[in-house]
């Protein structure tokens, strides 16, 4: 995972002071290569000490490793900041532009971070499950109700809910051998946190979509897919953006249909009912 993506997953849990730091590299990744630690606690209003100990956080030996890993993604081009103050209507085609590059950005970290092992094991675990239960809260919801939809689709008997107590009710009722999916931007929610637990007491397969690993969801799941995202909003406190969430459901999907046999003769079938309601 480059240091980009560990700035963006770990964005939540950082202090006030982290934060700082943290935004000003994600803004000015270019220039803080070429800084000195002195010139960057004063560009972010912190102390060196501070500096310091933010590299040790993200388990790097100094800020000069952390310049390293700057400049090779830099190289790796992911790096594109997305600054809300870019994306005018005065400017629509550099603003779209802005947004492809970020997206393109956001896809690419996202697939990179699979782990072909890990993602074969949650694909075996969905394909023997009884039942795919999958929990989301808040903005995650959606990416959650499509999962459902495109599961079902090809005969995947998958449940999810908008409300979270019908959710909870839910996980309740999953057995050793179903799989709960849980989605969660941060990975902190405790609502999502509390149907893994659920589950895991179950004997349920658990599998972790969230953008960090170190997350309470993280590293209470059996299996953890790992995105990225690269939208910053709102005066730099809030990072979140579905689509990288959907990519990993989409591309779980894509699996599941290549691997069930009658999943093309379902999807027709669907289609088929589908159609009267397109006239």
């Not at 092992?117 to 959606?142: F, K, S, W, Y």
């Not at 990288?244 to 027709?268: G, M, N, Q």
Request: aromatic share 8%.
């Amino acid at each position: 995972m480059s240091i980009i993506d560990q700035l963006y997953a770990g964005y939540d849990s950082f202090f006030d002071s982290e934060k700082k730091i943290a935004s000003y590299i994600l803004d000015h990744p270019q220039d803080v290569i070429n800084m000195t630690i002195k010139e960057l606690a004063a560009a972010c209003g912190t102390s060196e000490a501070s500096i310091s100990r933010f590299c040790r956080k993200l388990e790097l030996d100094s800020f000069h490793h952390l310049k390293i890993n700057l400049a090779k993604a830099e190289a790796d081009q992911l790096t594109v900041p997305l600054e809300a103050e870019k994306i005018s209507q005065d400017h629509v085609a550099e603003s779209l532009q802005t947004i492809l590059n970020n997206k393109i950005a956001e896809l690419t970290a996202t697939i990179k971070n699979i782990d072909a092992d890990v993602l074969v094991q949650c694909l075996q675990a969905i394909e023997h499950a009884g039942r795919v239960h999958v929990a989301a809260v808040g903005n995650t919801i959606p990416v959650a109700m499509d999962c459902a939809f495109k599961f079902n689709e090809i005969g995947i008997p998958t449940s999810t809910s908008s409300v979270w107590e019908t959710q909870v009710s839910y996980t309740y009722t999953l057995q050793k051998g179903d799989v709960l999916i849980a989605i969660s931007n941060s990975g902190e929610s405790s609502k999502v946190a509390d149907m893994v637990n659920i589950a895991n007491d179950r004997g349920a397969v658990t599998i972790g979509i969230t953008n960090n690993l170190h997350s309470t969801v993280g590293k209470s799941v059996d299996h953890h897919i790992q995105t990225s995202t690269r939208e910053k909003l709102f005066l730099n406190e809030f990072y979140f953006s579905r689509i990288s969430a959907s990519t990993v459901i989409e591309i779980l999907y894509l699996f599941l249909v290549s691997a069930e046999k009658d999943s093309y003769d379902r999807i027709r079938a669907n289609e088929e009912i589908y159609a009267d309601q397109k006239k």
